[in-house]
């Protein structure tokens, strides 16, 4: 493995000590920074160059990041990257163009200029729209990283009503990023939804809706041929069992959520007037 794929699994910064325990030598390091493949924003730390600059605005500064921009650091699910550094400012105040947030009362990360997660996601659910913090928020929280009872006390008050709210939004557990989104529109358009269902013959499911369509989210994996075989089998097995089924892929669930909730609103519409019915 080299340096850069072992600093990816790692939120593409970690410390020296690390990259040491894991075999790299001080001549590796030296030679990768001389060839810019990493940096070192402080003494005993190195990052990719893309994590450099954030890390190392908020060193300059002496600010935190904070809410999405943190947001790789813990590892968390996100829809889009931060387009704006969000920081939370010490005793300067933050550069132009960067989005400010309040203090961080809680403990902050051990060795990076890091808001710690408790912070990240309080900020994340008053800032973010509600779907970019409820993906944070549901990968903190399956992990056990963090506990909603915990943020639920730190968020008093009507002026937190909204952030509240994102935290009822968390399900027991989401495979991926897609079924978070996925639940939380065909939620809002009122649907009757059962999660990770077992079906005789088909196996688990994403979801059952009305007892009667089978709704599956598809990541990459889903494009690879073995994959493509085995979907293929449970959708003519959710047929054989007497339901319908759709399948959508990323670009449907992240940008196209109204198109994905119309056509499956379509397909209930067409099952209650006998469409499907034997003929």
């Given amino acids: 493995m080299d340096i850069e794929t072992f600093l990816g699994t790692r939120a593409g ?3 020296a000590l690390t990259l ?4 790299f030598s001080r001549t590796s390091l030296e030679k990768a920074l001389a060839a810019g493949r990493i940096v070192r924003i402080r003494r005993g730390i190195y990052s990719m160059p893309r994590e450099a600059g954030v890390l190392g605005l908020a060193l300059q500064h002496n600010a935190l990041l904070t809410c999405l921009s943190a947001a790789p650091i813990y590892q968390l699910w996100t829809i889009h990257d931060a387009g704006r550094v969000h920081l939370s400012p010490g005793h300067k105040r933050t550069p132009s163009g960067t989005l400010t947030h309040g203090r961080c009362p809680h403990p902050t990360h051990p060795w990076l200029p890091v808001a710690g997660l408790a912070d990240v996601l309080i900020h994340s659910l008053r ?11 549901q990968c903190a929280a399956q992990r056990g990283d963090i506990s909603l009872d915990f943020l639920r006390r730190k968020l008093p008050g009507n002026r937190n009503a909204r952030a509240r709210a994102v935290l009822d939004m968390v399900i027991p557990r989401a495979d991926s990023i897609l079924e978070v989104l996925a639940d939380y529109h065909f939620g809002r358009a009122g649907l009757h939804v059962r999660r990770h269902v077992e079906l005789p013959g088909v196996g688990e499911v994403d979801f059952l809706i009305e007892e009667c369509l089978v709704v599956e989210t598809d990541g990459d994996t889903h494009l690879e041929p073995r994959q493509v075989k085995k979907d293929r089998k449970r959708n003519n097995a959710t047929l054989i069992g007497g339901r319908l089924g759709l399948r959508f892929g990323y670009d449907d669930v992240v940008y196209h959520p109204e198109r994905m909730v119309s056509q499956v609103l379509a397909v209930l519409e067409q099952s209650r007037q006998g469409a499907f019915g034997a003929r």
């Fill in 13 to 15: 910064v970690t410390r």
């Fill in 20 to 23: 040491r325990g894991a075999g």
């Fill in 127 to 137: 800032c973010l729209p509600t779907v970019e913090s409820l993906v944070m928020l």
